[in-house]
Nanobody, 117 residues
């Protein structure tokens, strides 16, 4: 069983920055693909960015996130980070991290990000 805990959310003005963290316990963090998702109005979770395991440390971003957000990971600390820059009101929402590996698919509870105009 893998448990994920997000932190670093909060309220920020347009143009500001936040650095979200996702810390895992249990499982093998280094072999997991980590994704960051934003909860949509209909309850769906939309991918924002993802980073693969240490063997192939590739990253992907949505069009909206590319150039503004940076996803990274520190396997020694079992933590992934989402550095969010140039934030816009449209980025407001609950952000969750997801760990995917041969051990299964696990989600964090989510954390609120609010960008004021």
């Amino acid at each position: 069983q893998v448990q994920l805990v997000e932190s670093g959310g909060g309220l920020v003005q347009t143009g500001g920055s936040l650095n979200l963290s996702c810390t895992a316990s249990g499982g093998r963090f280094s072999i997991s693909t980590i994704g960051w998702y934003r909860h949509g109005p209909g309850g769906q979770r939309d991918l924002v960015a993802a980073i693969t395991s240490e063997d192939k440390d590739n990253t992907i971003y949505t069009t909206s996130a590319k150039g503004r957000f940076i996803i990274s990971r520190d396997n020694a600390k079992s933590t992934s980070f989402l550095q969010m820059n140039s934030l816009e009101p449209e980025d407001t929402g609950v952000y969750s991290c997801r760990s995917t590996s041969a051990l299964g698919d696990f989600w964090g509870q989510g954390i609120q990000v609010t960008v004021s105009s």
